[in-house]
């Protein structure tokens, strides 16, 4: 399909993440992949933009599957890597923006922790197309690069929905696809259309610590509750039906309410 087409990828596990290359690989038939990621592990930052990172971009030699990469790794976050890709590496506005293949499902309420979903929404605020996929895994792959991840039907739905993306326009209020594949999928696995649940299916817990002067990271465990989890909603077509979620996202977060039944609300 190239046609001169021009794939800006990246992720928040950092580039040496398989997961990454998993991607990578996936898109190489679609067009020309340019591969602009985190030199470091960046789970959880969402869109940041902290004055910390230096923005240094060290050029990397990468050998996938007998075939030489040419990839970026950059002193930022995945929405800052997406700025230094579309500003200063590609030689132009990229057709379509790909973040991922994330070590761990981003659904539910928190998703704008999550820096694949925010490297995705920096891709669509220069206006440019944009995916975010996640696999399932347990907890203890989040921050990891294990091998012990099979990425291949994740990668087959990253090619099948850039696909869809290089090739014809979505609706005016969907910026982005977010695309959550569960634990035991196959290219086979239906997909399904979802809502963002309003459930927080990461729930923090408290620090164990003697007192406030110890380290006390806080920590989240996933909690699913049947009872309250919408049945059209990524966390429930992820976790309970497990079946592969793509979940439309848009940059404008406006509450859908009528504007003026508020104000007067507010003002009475």
């Known amino acids: 399909m190239s046609d001169n087409k021009l794939i800006l990828l990246t992720n928040d596990d950092g580039i ?78 990229p057709d379509l923006v790909v973040a991922g293949i994330n070590y761990g499902e981003n659904i539910g309420s928190a998703v704008t922790a999550s820096g694949t979903v925010g490297a995705a929404m920096e891709g669509a605020d220069f206006g440019v197309p944009a995916l975010a996929v996640s696999q399932e895994t347990g907890p203890e792959y989040y921050h990891s690069h294990s091998h012990a991840i099979d990425f291949a039907a994740a990668a087959h739905f990253t090619r099948f929905f850039a696909q869809k993306l290089l090739r014809q326009l979505l609706p005016a209020d969907v910026d982005v696809l977010k695309v959550d594949v569960p634990l035991g999928a196959t290219p086979a696995t239906p997909w399904r259309m979802t809502r963002l649940s309003r459930t927080r299916y990461y729930l923090p817990v408290k620090p164990q610590r003697a007192h406030l002067g110890e380290p006390g990271r806080i920590q989240a465990v996933n909690r699913l509750d049947p009872e309250r989890v919408e049945p059209d909603s990524d966390v429930n077509v992820v976790v309970a039906e497990k079946l592969v979620s793509v979940t439309p996202l848009s940059l404008d977060l406006t509450s859908r309410v009528s504007l003026a039944a508020l104000g007067s609300l507010l003002n009475g």
Do not use: K
């Open 16 to 93: 040496d993440s398989p997961g990454l290359w998993a991607a990578a690989h996936a898109l190489a038939p679609l067009g020309a992949v340019t591969v602009v990621a985190p030199q470091a592990q960046c789970t959880s930052v969402g869109r940041s933009m902290p004055a910390t990172h230096t923005g240094v971009i060290e050029v990397r030699e990468f050998s996938l599957n007998g075939a030489r990469w040419i990839g970026y790794a950059a002193d930022a976050t995945p929405a800052l890597a997406v700025m230094h890709g579309m500003l200063e590496i590609l030689p132009r506005r």
